[in-house]
């Protein structure tokens, strides 16, 4: 069976990357190790978004610490709104702007990348977006009829499209780096970023400005959970966004209770190269013509479950890490393995909606394999036990959590997305993994493997993995030398 000793304390198709879309293998992996393990908890923070605090469950918003009611400053909202009823009023708006994302400790830069964004929108959802990081790119696209999101020279997303821009900022289906609301509402026609912008806050100002962008407003403001922002506009007939500072570092700390060396700082700039409301923009904008032999798919989802399931998962056929946590309740739990049950392992967390939507699922699939040699741990991975526990309340849950509170249980198991499924036969080895949650297909899927695991037999050869790792290896090593003769005869 599997071995969990209980200390007393003494005191499938939807899916939700965490890493960053900037360079292929996510931002915070490549900075030093020092802050490698920031990597869950900002994708956490980034896959919540900013300004959808107020939509998040109420079992989040009780794990904040709330303070009084803030009243924006009048002055502040007299410097805002002249830009906010121009982008409201605005029928067309393009934008350039330039994402300059940076980790530091004091004066040492530990990792810096930029981006570059190219926007042009038309009311109330025509969309034309160009996204690059590093070596990756992203094309949107909406002609108001069709949603196209183009991934890479050979994959394409065609969904139904955004009612307007602020559904679409709501939902947003793929992540532009960290924190790309504010960005999204100040480049968007239609929008009102006075609405968004200044709700939540618990600081704001307009700063005295007498450095050499005296022509220029200044707003700062903070809020709750820990973000600091820094707004600075200009003074012209028709105000315009001139850059746009978001410090993250405190939110990071408080959100995950991370130890971070001192003066260790998350900084996001948004420089507006571009900006232009009310101009002229082509309909051949927002057109979309897909590369030749690109596949379609019908979702983000969908896409994302076959780029995680293309590849094996890297402990397909291996041991399983054992791990060593704790229950919300405080209780240790160190997970063994032997030869007489099956673990089935979930990560989640409240903010990743296809988790919410996968957690039932798992709860009934759990209680149907109740005594049968099937045990089933729900694995919260980077938030705060108030908000867990007052969500599995809030929803009826019975599954037995464990918490990961610094993402390194997750990390042990290479979970870069959730929802994430491990199963782990009776041998101790990972037989199948998971990315992402089908309603209509996941159950089914888990209960037949489940079942066959629990009459001893093996779902992944480990053998299998290693020659399919080979073949693909010998693949790519032939294409140049094929590619190479090919050149030669012509």
Not at 11 to 33: A, I
Not at 52 to 78: H, I, M, R
Request: net charge negative; proline share 7%.
């Amino acid at each position: 069976m599997i071995e969990a000793t209980l200390t007393p304390s003494k005191t499938f198709k939807n899916t939700v990357l965490l890493v960053f879309l900037l360079g292929s293998d996510g931002l915070v992996m490549r900075l030093r190790p020092i802050v490698a393990s920031l990597a869950l908890a900002l994708a956490a923070l980034n896959a919540g978004g900013w300004f959808d605090w107020a939509a998040k469950s109420s079992a989040q918003e009780t794990s904040l610490q709330q303070p009084p009611t803030f009243e924006t400053p009048a002055a502040v909202k007299a410097a805002f709104e002249p830009l906010a009823k121009t982008i409201s009023d605005a029928k067309s708006l393009r934008a350039t702007v330039k994402l300059t994302v940076t980790s530091a400790v004091g004066d040492e830069v530990l990792g810096k990348n930029e981006g570059l964004l190219q926007l042009a929108s038309i009311t109330p959802n025509k969309l034309a977006l160009a996204a690059k990081f590093d070596s990756d790119a992203i094309r949107f696209a909406c002609n108001g009829e069709k949603l196209f999101i183009q991934l890479s020279p050979t994959a394409y997303v065609e969904s139904e499209p955004p009612k307007d821009f602020q559904s679409l900022i709501a939902a947003m289906p793929i992540q532009l780096g960290p924190q790309p609301e504010p960005m999204l509402w100040l480049c968007l026609a239609g929008l009102n970023p006075l609405d968004s912008m200044l709700q939540g806050l618990s600081s704001a100002e307009v700063v005295d400005n007498a450095g050499p962008d005296a022509k220029n407003t200044i707003i700062r403001a903070s809020r709750p959970e820990g973000i600091r922002w820094e707004l600075t506009l200009s003074q012209e007939a028709k105000p315009r966004p001139v850059s746009l500072a978001i410090d993250i570092t405190d939110m990071i700390t408080q959100a995950n209770n991370m130890q971070l060396p001192a003066g260790y700082s998350f900084k996001i700039h948004y420089n507006f190269e571009r900006w232009e409301v009310d101009t002229e923009l082509s309909k051949e904008l927002f057109q979309f013509n897909p590369p030749k032999d690109a596949e379609r798919f019908e979702s983000m989802s969908e896409f994302l479950l076959k780029k995680n399931n293309s590849a094996p998962h890297p402990l397909l056929g291996k041991p399983a890490p054992v791990f060593t946590t704790k229950t919300p309740a405080g209780d240790e739990v160190k997970v063994l393995y032997d030869s007489e049950e099956v673990l089935v392992l979930d990560f989640w967390a409240t903010w990743c909606a296809p988790c919410v939507e996968s957690l039932p699922e798992m709860s009934q699939l759990a209680e149907s394999y109740k005594d049968r040699g099937v045990r089933f741990f729900a694995i919260n991975v980077s938030e705060e036990i108030p908000a867990i526990e007052s969500f599995l309340k809030e929803r009826k849950l019975s599954l037995p959590v464990l918490l990961d509170p610094q993402g390194e249980i997750a990390g042990a198991f290479s979970a870069s997305a959730i929802p994430l499924t491990v199963l782990i036969g009776k041998s101790g080895r990972v037989e199948a993994v998971h990315v992402g949650f089908d309603p209509q297909e996941s159950a089914e899927i888990l209960a037949g493997e489940i079942d066959t695991l629990l009459a001893g037999r093996r779902i992944y050869e480990a053998k299998e993995i290693e020659e399919q790792a080979t073949e693909e290896q010998a693949t790519e090593e032939q294409a140049p030398e094929e590619k190479a003769r090919e050149e030669k005869k012509s």
